[in-house]
């Protein structure tokens, strides 16, 4: 299954609040996760099953959607948020991951 | 502390094989199902393969499937990939992540530091 994002970047002042879009190629219910990557580190879990907040993630990042359209927001953008993030379906296998939209400063 | 551990990569002739291995340190690896996700040089993340937690089922993506193999050793807690006919392309940083139990419905909660794979000649 395709998953496709967008933007596939964005620039942004800390402050901001900033969405990624991730569209899926056929119907993935909610089996949506989405990551951060920071440069040069593992990705990291932020969100699982579109909208549950993993341990330890602050509360201003939040997923929504089911079926084929799911967004991540950010609000407040803070310096350390800065990176790429990812959404992936988990829906069948394989799981399939999103191009990735880098979140750069303004 | 928690953590995953690759090793095994390095640099590998095209059409040469190399075996990546990962351990666990401070849990146990034997009830999590295990995949490995890859990274090309500046792109994005690449579901590579998936082993679930009786190892009764595996994943591949396309690309690898008939090359590569997954496995794990419930004895030294331990997940392997056995890549063969390895292409230029294959290079990447190749992460072992941990699961729940399944290949699908799930999401992937641990990652290691990453190995790095360079197919060349």
């Known amino acids: 299954i395709q998953m496709t994002q967008s933007p596939s970047s964005l620039s942004a002042s800390v402050g901001d609040r900033v969405t990624i879009t991730c569209r899926a190629g056929?119907?993935?219910?909610?089996?949506v996760n989405w990551y951060q990557q920071r440069p040069g580190k593992a990705p990291n879990l932020l969100i699982y099953?579109?909208?549950t907040l993993q341990g330890g993630v602050p509360s201003r990042f939040s997923g929504r959607g089911s079926g084929t359209l799911f967004t991540l927001t950010i609000n407040n953008l803070q310096p350390e948020d800065f990176g790429t993030y990812y959404c992936?379906?988990?829906?069948?296998?394989?799981?399939?991951f999103g191009g990735g939209t880098k979140v750069e400063v303004k | 502390e928690v953590q995953l551990e690759e090793s095994g990569g390095g640099l590998v002739q095209p059409g040469g094989s190399l075996t990546l291995s990962c351990s666990a340190s401070?849990?146990?690896?034997?009830?999590?199902?295990l995949h490995w996700v890859r990274q090309g040089p500046g792109k994005g993340l690449e579901y590579v393969s998936g082993?679930?937690?009786?190892?009764?089922?595996?994943a591949y993506m396309d690309l690898v499937r008939g090359r590569f193999t997954i496995s794990r050793d419930k004895s030294k807690n331990s997940l392997y990939l056995h890549m063969t006919d390895l292409r230029p392309d294959d290079t990447a940083v190749y992460y072992c992540?941990?699961?729940?139990?399944?290949?699908?419905?799930?999401?992937?909660?641990?990652w290691g530091q990453g190995i790095r794979v360079i197919v060349s000649s």
């Open positions: 082993i679930e937690t009786n190892g009764a089922k595996t």
């Open positions: 401070g849990f146990n690896l034997n009830n999590n199902a």
């Open positions: 992936q379906q988990s829906e069948t296998s394989p799981p399939t």
């Open positions: 099953a579109a909208s």
């Open positions: 056929h119907n993935v219910y909610t089996f």
């Open positions: 992540v941990t699961g729940r139990l399944l290949l699908t419905r799930d999401w992937f909660d641990r």
